[in-house]
């Protein structure tokens, strides 16, 4: 609907708008298939534009009924519409009030963007490009305008009709079924931010206060019955309006802030303004539905919806080339909200973990592009790993950069000066710079080039002098689009860790180390540590202070001395892991596992280890995954040989240590009810981590406990676990467990998503038959983006060996559901299409398949943009 073959947009051609909204009214009356949507733009020409530039409005798939000026009926030729657009060749004044009648059908919106139906109810999502589908406005991010929203429907269709800002009216309709509310937004925001539900819901509510003492009405809207699952939800955003006006100064501004859940959402939640929509995996938990995995998840969405108020909507975007101003800092700051919540070095083990798999994979392949891009076909495609993570990632070394205080003073000039404001990187970045009087074009860097730099660093310990000389050169990989790449300003967190284990003095020359951060610059670099006695065994970016790929100088045994003493427990972590990968690679490439023997007595340690709390035992214990190793190995991948590979390890590992996880598993009993906390969930990790390793042979006795767990269990996390680990095991207890897990769950279609993860999952060659089979189940649908997610993404994305089987039928089997899905919801097509993102590091035979199954994927005719761009670039 929107024009056929869209043309690359670049960041070097921001023009302003040339009309501005100073105020809209919008008019809803709901209708399944044929809603009326009446808009009053009160339009003003831009000083800042062209003179006499006409008014052209965005439209997608509209149809026009009627148009006024000033109230007058407004008719041909003075202006054009088609589907995509509305001009106004010849606007009658500078000011004006134009009256837009559209007609929209909700029901046949199957992409789930701009008004559409969901379980019955009428719900909106507008981010980036979908209120053009609702109505003619110029749908940019820079525009902002006040809107007013009248909602009417039937009462007994949608009794609940909620809008973005605060209730102003609400009634029948005299004479009629029907019945209207009014919701007025006071804050100017672009048309992204709008939103409306209407439908049967059930609410739950409760209040806030905020620090000046304004009171906040709070609700959940969830389908009726699943009342009792919000809570937690709601906890959590209680904790996090608290914690936003804690750590960074900022107070909620409206009366209300409602929440509603719905089961078709292509995302996981959106920031309307005073309206959050989320997508109710992100909402509903109880124990017995739920994992800890899920609470956290819940806990970490809420807070960033939430966040988005300040760091979004009231400064939001110039243009969507900036997307990373709002996504990257609110991925930042709700990262820190976790952390504060929870266990900061766990949460930050989480973080890199995730980092590495998503997006350290998409920086190293055909989809790299910057933080900021600076071009695109289809933003849709740009709601990515580095836009969100890596984006997080630089704030994060700013604030490594400037120091605590620093930072905050930057954060609270930024939101003084730009309030209000549609706003820019460069913005941002002069808001630090100023604040802390520094210069910060080398570290803008971050924004522009693309890749993950690679650090090799190197020591040298004098002992005569007491010196220890750190060599470190740096370089950024070529990227599509971008060949030569400049230094970057790398914040390295180090320490010198002495032979008792403990931190030396880290002075360079004469002066102390501030934070123990040293800045590397250049190309090549070198730094001298002073008045060091013996040698020391450095520890290096520390913290994963830059999200770079680090090649050292340690040897095995240094990795072994660190995981044991090093005083930052994510280098603990990360020590392990290094050692672990570097076994794994060998064996990968070899078919031969090197004596694991270092790694065994590391693990066997930190597993001993009683000062070390359980969640970060169950991260350092749980080996790197085979995305990671195959990322590493880099080119000419056999996953089968990845496979094999780890778990051969596991075996070795699970072995050698069987006695001390059998005691952990024991130890560590579930006792109690459950409760969803940090201290409980890491308990419950480290026990199900145990449980893996002592299965992991596939022996009865590993089986048979795994089977009492999953009757046993009184909570989903304990249940789950257990079930995963029969379902890696071609036992008949799988079978069993799995037929079992779906009686029990089979009304609730969150659950049944874990159910389909699972056998997606399985590394056998019964798994693309089995999906196949899925597909068919009356649980599954295509035009459900959990389901598809569950089902086929999970078996795209990670499940490594059956995807990229030898034969091809796996890449084949997603390209043709990607094409059949295409139809009906482009953006998750698109998304799935991305998996094939790391088909270049596969072995010949393999990477052929894939890249026969993009071809035919890219040249269908009649593809979406979505899918089309990505197949493109995957290809380039
Ligand atoms: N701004 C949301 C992400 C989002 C983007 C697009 C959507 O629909 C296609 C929905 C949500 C966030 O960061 O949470
Ligand atoms: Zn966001």
Known sequence: MRDAEPKAIHLADYRPP?????????????????TRVTARLALRRNPEGTTGAPVVLEGDGLTLVRLAIDGKPLVGPSFEATPARLTLAHPPADTFVLEVETLVDPTANTQLMGLYRTSGNYCTQCEPEGFRRITYYPDRPDVLSVFTTRIEADKAEAPILLGNGNLVESGDIPGTARHFAIWHDPWPKPSYLFALVGGKLAKVADSFVTASGRKVELGIYVEEGKEARAGYAMDALKRSMRWDEEAFGREYDLDVFNIVAVSDFNMGAM??????????????????????????????????????????????????????LKEGLTVFRDQEFSSDQRSRPVKRIADVRMLKAAQFTEDSGPLAHPVRPETYREINNFYTATVYEKGAEVVRMLKTLLGEDGFRKGMDLYFERHDGDAATIEDFVAAFADAAGRDLTQFALWYAQSGTPLLNVSGSYDKEAGTFRLDVTQSVPPTPGQGDKKP???????????????????????????????????????????????????????????????????????????????????????????????????????????????????????????????????????????????????SDVNPDAVYAARKALRIAVGTALAADFARTYESAGAGGAFAPDAASAGRRALRNLALDYLAVTGAAEGIARAKVQFEAADNMTDRFAALAVLAQHDVPEREAALDAFYRRFESDALVIDKWFVLQAQIASEGTLDRVKGLMLHPAFSLSNPNRVRSLIGAFAA??????????????????????????????????????????????????????????????TPGLSADVSDIATRSLG
């Open 18 to 34: 040339e009309w501005l909204v100073d105020k809209v009214e919008l008019d809803f009356a709901l209708h399944p298939s044929q």
């Open 271 to 324: 920031e309307n303004k005073g309206l959050n929509v989320f997508n109710d995996k992100y909402v509903l938990a109880t124990p017995e539905t739920a994992t800890d995995a899920d609470y956290s998840g819940i806990e970490g969405v809420i807070a960033h919806e939430y966040f988005h108020n300040w760091t979004g909507n009231r400064i939001t975007c110039r243009d969507w080339f900036q997307l990373c």
């Open 798 to 859: 990670t499940n490594p060996t059956q995807f990229n089987r030898a034969d091809g039928a796996g890449h084949a089997f997603v390209a043709d559901t990607v094409l059949s899905l295409d139809g009906k919801n482009p953006q998750v097509a698109a998304r799935l299409l991305a998996s094939f993102k790391t088909f270049r590091q596969l072995e010949p035979v393999r990477r052929a398949s894939a890249e026969a199954a993009l071809r035919r994927v890219a040249q």
């Open 488 to 634: 970057m300003l790398i914040p390295l967190a180090l320490g010198l860790v002495g032979p008792d284990g403990r931190d030396m003095p880290l002075t360079l020359g004469n002066t102390p180390v501030e934070h123990g951060v040293i800045e590397v610059k250049e190309a090549a670099q070198s730094f001298l540590f002073t008045g060091l006695e013996a040698r020391p065994v450095p520890s290096l970016n520390r913290g994963f202070s830059a999200p770079v790929n680090l090649v050292s100088d340690l040897t095995e045994a240094d990795r072994v001395f660190l995981a044991a003493h090093d005083g930052d427990p994510f280098n603990r972590f990360d020590s392990l892991q290094r050692i672990a990968l570097e076994l794994l690679k060998t064996c990968a490439r070899s078919g031969t596992l090197p004596a694991p023997d270092a790694l065994i007595t590391a693990t066997g340690a930190v597993v001993a280890d009683t000062a070390l709390d359980a969640a970060f035992k169950a991260q350092a214990l749980a080996l790197p995954g085979e995305s990671e190793v195959a990322r590493e190995l880099g």
